[in-house]
């Protein structure tokens, strides 16, 4: 496994093409190795870059306190077969970093999150000039995030194809996070019921367009409602939870065909997100 650790030893070019990069913060888990997974089946070499990125943090979040775990996380990505590990230094990659304004900036994770996804893609976007990848892999789990990559992608006009990963989930259903680590074993097994909510939304979705046909038939915005307040009295505090067309983030209209569900809540204080989509073409 190649380790790199700066801009002047990634100048040589030493990760062999064609290689997908995966853009990480470290404290690794299963749900990062199933991007490792993903690069190799679409036959890309994986690299990982692991960089705590202070840029997407507010003032009032945890930088300082989110865990890092570099010795461990090159112990897992030697034993999966990574090709290459890129842990640039902060000062390098922050020295006349373009600023980048992202997409969606008053949607979900946006809303209370201001400047998050510009310090995302700021990053990513300085990540893509410097190591040059094939390809990239991006997860679900974040789908705001994932759609916000495309459209840097596509604006900077890079050549760079686009992997994406479904959402990796532990045994009860909680989708797999660094910040879960913040979690008891038995916090996690409540925190599981997020999933549960949403597979039941999506399932009484499903069952109302089968009976309606057109989804602006379906009273979404009471469906909503009903369920933030059965989420609330579960313990949880709700940050979002959005029933939108998946590809523009917008209300549902009668030609969306695929349906976001996406929530973000605090469960012990600790931010939890997922989602899930529904295609309705199977139901029409």
């Known amino acids: 496994m190649i380790v790199v650790k700066s801009l002047e030893e990634l100048s040589n ?13 470290g404290n690794l888990h299963e749900g990062h190795i199933n991007l490792l997974e993903i690069a190799r089946e ?16 507010g003032p009032n979040e945890d930088l300082d306190k989110y865990p890092r775990t570099l010795d461990n ?3 897992i990505l030697e034993k999966n077969n990574c090709h290459g590990v890129f842990i640039p230094q902060e000062n390098e990659i922050l020295k ?12 979900l994770c946006a809303k209370s999150r201001p400047g998050h996804f510009n310090g995302v893609i700021s990053i990513v976007n300085k990540l893509f000039q410097v190591t040059n990848p094939q390809a990239c892999v991006f997860g679900m789990k974040d789908f705001q995030q994932q759609l916000i990559i495309r459209h840097l992608i596509k604006t900077k006009q890079y050549e760079i194809q ?19 680590n913040y979690l ?12 549960k909510f949403l597979s039941e939304i999506q399932e009484e979705i499903k069952l109302s367009f089968k009976k309606q046909k057109k989804i602006l038939l379906i009273d979404l ?8 307040q059965i989420i609330e009295n579960k313990g949880f505090k709700i940050d979002y939870l959005e029933i939108l067309d ?26 939890l997100i997922d989602n899930l989509v529904l295609d309705l073409s199977s139901f029409s």
Do not use: H, W
């Open 246 to 271: 998946s590809k523009t983030l917008e209300i549902c209209q009668n030609n969306s065909t695929k349906i976001l569900i996406a929530i973000a809540v605090f469960y012990k204080q600790v931010r």
């Open 13 to 25: 070019n030493p990760f062999t093409s064609p290689f997908a990069l995966v853009p990480t913060m």
């Open 184 to 195: 008891t074993s038995k916090e996690r097994t409540e925190a599981s019921k997020v999933f």
């Open 42 to 57: 679409k036959n890309f070499l994986p690299v990982v870059s692991i960089f705590v990125n202070p840029l997407q943090f």
């Open 221 to 228: 915005d009471t469906i909503k409602d009903n369920y933030v």
């Open 96 to 107: 006349n970093i373009e600023p980048l304004e992202a997409p969606f900036a008053d949607k």
């Open 73 to 75: 996380d090159l112990e």
């Open 162 to 180: 686009f992997l994406s990963a479904p959402v990796v989930r532990d045994t009860n259903g909680l989708a797999l996070s660094s910040r879960n």
